[in-house]
């Protein structure tokens, strides 16, 4: 950033006050114990294997909106761009994604 | 490598003179941050390879202007055709509009300069560097000749055994890779460096066709990319991406291509719809018709534009649901454009328009590119499209849009902003004949091309047969060429001209201003606002005007501007990937002396091009560079 905006920087701060460690804290224990409930399945053996694949995806979901939400802040005010960006950049990416292999390899 | 600049530190008092290493000559070019200095280098570069394009258009209008010519072989012929499409899109047009973004986008919003500085000079030499090595192709060995779109199979190893289309694929990641940055850069710059007051919705159009454009590069440009990547693995490492005796499918490709290519032509027109929004108003002394509704157009079609990809590939045998929904919803788009039409005639129509050479192109611009949308239209019905597919009805089509829309807006660009970025207006009657030659040669260039489509003309062949009603329309239309490359040697003319005359152009030429960048000197100092200004309505400047003010009411005291320093590392990081990018297309081959074989089977060669990448991406992140100050007395001093 090359500009001095004053009023912009005073804003920031305010967005960013400290909240302290204990969210991060629990957040990140929720992400470990994600994470290991996805390795037990596999690790384990025995569990179905759809149900596998269906679990792990579940755990992926919602590591990554503890992710997003909690460590890329995208639960705080101010955020709504990147917000309306990332949602704008699944939507499209998942529809050209999901029609092209249909085409190329279902139909 | 490492500068006088980065040892000085922020807290550190300055001296009024400061400090900070100046460069001259061709150094300070190539070390420049200065976005208006980096929208000049792209302005020569994209004009340069819009030259070169130029000259192959002629030359494969040479070929056609008559049946069974000898001019030109086949081979050359694709050669030509290939690269008149490559160069003009992505290193001809996009330059240009990425120098009118970098000259004017800080500017209007208020700013004294994008948001990341280093990454722009980035993105300028990425995009240099790659141009050159896919030109390099014409002295190597031949360039690429698969057509701009590259389709697969003709495009893999099979069909094009030669290096060409190894320079398109690396040349165009290459300098692709300047396009996504520049796109990321302005989307920041945009979002969090608009003057105080300035709401979104108080943006200029260019502000906002450039912020919407941006957001199309950020989601189009990593399709082509994956794209290239495959098509280079296919290419020189045998993958089978493409290769149907793999298990490959070379429809992918053309998924993915269009994917990419479709929202790419917006990336081309939506920047031209912000030129135009901006030229109409000022000649027409009017506040743009229908502000809200052009932002919502804009958006719209952006949208859209990423929903009708497989337009292009009705007749791929997609089946009937898929064609009629992809016709459907390309005929969509022309509701949002058509909106954007009757905003610009209705902020004509009982305005004080005066007929100045940008108003000129933009007037201009108005029926040129409808006529294109309409055969858009036309070609959006799936049934329709299986008689025009790969005929000359389409070579106008995209003529229409991208040179009578896209190229007649940035000249309007270029004569409406000349002033504000030489400090010299250029000559008035010289740019009317400039505009007059070019849209009347546009015209008999390729109005007659869309009857030649209808009687069945097919695009890309390199010659054809005698007596089948081509041979006068053919003529026509070449003759139209050159009064078009007479237009543009007027323009250079002019160029030249205005640039021996002294830079007396004032802080508001056009008198008619109505946006920021018209309220600082022609061309305006380094760091561009003495003061940031208060940003009070939309056309921020025209409303104090309106209200009797001869300048913006600042929103800051005057005090220390904190500047960039001037580097050379994006140059050698550009350097290096063009160097690694050279290493890895000769990787496979057998080379006569066999110190040339182990330079580049071993891919040392490339090892030593991202060597010097990454080296200068570590210089950047182990020196911190505080860049240095402007200080308030130096500033008072002018």
Redesign the interface.
Known sequence: ????????DSAVKHRHRPEGPQRHIVVFVFSVVLTLIAFAAVAAGGVNATFAIILLLVMAVLQVFLQMGFWMHLKDKGHM?PII?ML??FF??G??IV??LY???W? | MAHAAQSLQPSQPLQPGHSAKRHTGLMDWITTVDHKKIAILYLWAGGLFFGIGGLEAILIRIQLIKPMNTFLDAQTFNELITMHGTTMIFLGVMPVIFALMNAVIPLQIG???V?F?FLNSLGFWTFLFGGLLLNLSWVMGGAPDAGWTAYTPLSSTGYSPSHGVDFYTIGLQIAGLGTLIGGINFLATI???RA?GMSFMRMPMFAWATFITS?II??AFP?VTVGLVLLTFDRILDANFFNVAGGG?P??WQ??FW?FGHPEVYILILPAFGIISEVIPTFSRKRLFGYSSMVFATILIA?LG??V??HHMFTTG??PV?NALFSVSTMLIAVPTGIKIFNWLFTMWGGQVRFTTPNLFAAGFIPTFTMGGVTGVMLASAPADFQFHDTYFVVAHFHYVIVGGLVLGLFAGLHYWWPKMFGRMLSESLGKWTFWTFIIGFHLTFFVQHFLGLMGMQRRVFTYLPNQQFDTLNLVSTVGAFLMGVGMIIFLVNVFLTSRRPADAPEDPWEDGRTLEWTIPSPPPEYNFKQ?PLVRGLDAFWKEKMAGHKAMTPA?PI?P????SATILPFLMSVGIFIAGLGFMFSRDEFSSSIMSFLFNNYIVTALGLLITFGSMLMRSLFDDH?WHIEPEELEGR
């Open positions: 950033m090359t500009t001095k905006q004053p009023s912009s761009l960006f704008g950049g499209i990416a529809t050209c029609m092209a085409w190329v390899w139909d | 700013a004294r300069d948001a500085p979002i969090t460096m105080p957001a950020l989601f399709a499918n429809v992918l998924h993915i994917i949208f990423f929903m990809w497989a997609l089946g898929a940031t800051e005090g501007i904190h500047m960039p860049g």
